[in-house]
């Protein structure tokens, strides 16, 4: 059973930050997979009060704050559209609409897990994370390090021209976690990035050329799929 002796809702991510080092203490989201751990928390730090939730497109791409809901994901038009409607068929699935109006983006991909829609599809979108002291990084390099005590702040989803994108997730019924998720994303200068999760382990990501995916067969392209699982030195 978990168990919290404090709750904390800090007015500074430097606050967040500092309460964060204690090993005891946990950053807390929307709390829906934590309960799946059942750890004894000695003070919950909740980010509620610190802007980072909402969905901002600029220029360089989308700006996605570590709060922000899946069902906020769900219903992103500008998202939806630049991406044909893939993060709607990567989220739509996930339970059901309460637990998406609770479940958050920056929860989903710290958590690691390898049942993660939403990690699968992030990574075939080349999306970077954002930390708050580390800065920047990519999403794929992101998850094969360790859990550290940085403060996850957001993710960006890059514009690097027109992409076409699908989703697609198998499930044994329409709410349950998926048995294998998978998304594509097709680039202008024809570079196609595919990244496949719950097989198990956390997702895999790889890119291609066109042509070199026509010319895979089913061997060669699990191959390429599982060298996106080699860890960082």
């Known amino acids: 059973m978990m168990t919290i002796q ?3 809702r800090p007015g500074t991510l430097e606050e967040a930050y500092a309460l964060n080092q204690k090993k005891a203490n946990r950053v807390i ?3 829906l997979w934590t309960r799946l751990e059942n750890p004894r928390i000695q003070t919950a730090v909740d980010l509620a009060d ?3 939730r909402g969905i901002r497109e600029e220029e360089d791409g989308f700006h996605i704050g570590a709060m922000t809901t899946l069902r906020d994901l ?6 939806n559209d630049y991406t044909q409607g893939a993060v709607r068929a990567a989220v739509c699935h996930i339970v059901g609409v309460q637990l998406r109006n609770m479940a958050t983006v920056g929860g989903s991909l ?11 599809l992030f990574l075939a979108l080349d999306a970077e994370v954002e930390l708050y002291k580390r800065g920047r990084i990519a999403l794929s ?4 390090e360790k859990r550290d005590r940085d403060i996850l702040t957001g993710v960006v989803i890059p514009k690097r021209g027109e992409i076409r994108a699908v989703y697609e997730s198998v499930r044994r019924q329409a709410t349950d976690f998926p048995i294998l998720t998978m ?10 990035t595919f990244s496949v999760g719950a097989r198990p382990g956390i997702a895999a990501a790889f890119s291609e050329n066109a042509q070199a995916v026509r010319d895979m067969g089913p061997a060669a392209f699990g191959k390429a799929g599982r060298a996106g699982d080699k860890k960082a030195p």
């Open 50 to 52: 610190l802007g980072l």
């Open 110 to 120: 710290y958590s690691r897990f390898g049942f993660s829609d939403v990690t699968t």
């Open 183 to 192: 998304a594509g994303v097709c680039r202008g200068d024809g570079t196609l």
């Open 6 to 8: 404090n709750y904390v």
């Open 29 to 31: 989201g929307g709390m």
């Open 141 to 144: 390099a992101y998850d094969k």
């Open 74 to 79: 769900e219903t992103s038009q500008a998202l």
